[in-house]
T-cell receptor, first 113, second 112 residues
Framework: GDSVTQMEGPVTLSEEAFLTINCTYT??????LFWYVQYPGEGLQLLLK?????DKGSNKGFEATYRKETTSFHLEKGSVQVSDSAVYFC????????????FGSGTKLNVKP | EAGVTQFPSHSVIEKGQTVTLRCDPI?????LYWYRRVMGKEIKFLLH????????ESGMPNNRFLAERTGGTYSTLKVQPAELEDSGVYFC??????????FGPGTRLTVL
C-alpha cells in the first residue's frame, strides 16, 4: 500500500545552517506530494506541494523536488531561522483517491540562536 | 475567516470511559476528515465525510469508534469504551473539492 517514510528527529541546527529532511514514498501511479508544518500549539499548515514528477514546490525559503526515479521529496532550506522550529510532515495523496492522505511520522526541527 | 476548530484541546479519561471529540470545519467546506497520530508515529487517516455522508471510513480502527456529521456541518468522533491504545492526537481537516486540506490544532487524548 501507499506509505511515506521520513527521517527521524529531532534535528537540531544552529541559525543560518542548511536544512535537509529526507522523505521517500511508496505509491502506485502518480501521487501528489506535500510538506506540512506544525508550529507549537497550532494545526498542520501546508508548506509546499508538487503534483507531478520534476515539479519543485517552494514557500518561505523551503524547497522540495518531486523525484519519481528515486521516489523522494526531500525538504531543503538554505538558511534556517529560530522561527522555523516546528514539526515537519511529508505526505502524499494517491492518484486514485486524492482526498486520502498518507503522512510520514514527522521530523521535529529545533533551531538554536 | 475562522479556521478549523476542535474541542476539547486535551482530554484525559480512564480506560472504559467514553469520550466525544468535536470538529467544526471551515464554513462552506463539504469535505471533512479525521486523522490520528499515535505515540509520535505517522498521522493516519481515519475517515472522510462529504457533507453528512461517509465517503471513506477505511481507516477507522474498530467499532469502538463512531463518527457522525449530522446536517453536514460539525462532526463528532466518539470513542466508547476507550482503551489505552486510543491515546494520541486526533486531527480534523476540511476542504472544498480537491483543494488543500486545512487542519485544526488537534485534540490530545490520554487514556489512563
Amino acid at each position: 500500500g501507499d506509505s511515506v517514510t521520513q527521517m527521524e528527529g529531532p534535528v537540531t541546527l544552529s541559525e543560518e545552517a542548511f536544512l535537509t529532511i529526507n522523505c521517500t514514498y511508496t505509491a502506485t501511479g502518480y501521487p501528489s506530494l506535500f510538506w506540512y508544518v506544525q508550529y507549537p500549539g497550532e494545526g498542520l499548515q501546508l508548506l509546499l506541494k508538487a503534483t507531478k514528477a520534476d515539479d519543485k514546490g517552494s514557500n518561505k525559503g523551503f524547497e522540495a523536488t518531486y523525484r519519481k526515479e528515486t521516489t523522494s521529496f526531500h525538504l531543503e532550506k538554505g538558511s534556517v531561522q529560530v522561527s522555523d522550529s516546528a514539526v515537519y510532515f511529508c505526505a502524499l495523496s494517491a492518484s486514485n483517491n486524492f482526498n486520502k492522505f498518507y503522512f510520514g511520522s514527522g521530523t521535529k526541527l529545533n533551531v538554536k540562536p | 475567516e475562522a479556521g478549523v476548530t476542535q474541542f476539547p484541546s486535551h482530554s484525559v479519561i480512564e480506560k472504559g470511559q467514553t469520550v466525544t471529540l468535536r470538529c467544526d470545519p471551515i464554513s462552506g467546506h463539504d469535505n471533512l476528515y479525521w486523522y490520528r497520530r499515535v505515540m509520535g508515529k505517522e498521522i493516519k487517516f481515519l475517515l472522510h465525510f462529504v457533507k453528512e455522508s461517509k465517503q471513506d471510513e477505511s481507516g477507522m480502527p474498530n467499532n469502538r469508534f463512531l463518527a457522525e456529521r449530522t446536517g453536514g456541518t460539525y462532526s463528532t468522533l466518539k470513542v466508547q469504551p476507550a482503551e489505552l491504545e486510543d491515546s494520541g492526537v486526533y486531527f480534523c481537516a476540511s476542504n472544498q473539492l480537491h483543494n488543500e486540506q486545512f487542519f485544526g490544532p488537534g485534540t490530545r487524548l490520554t487514556v489512563l
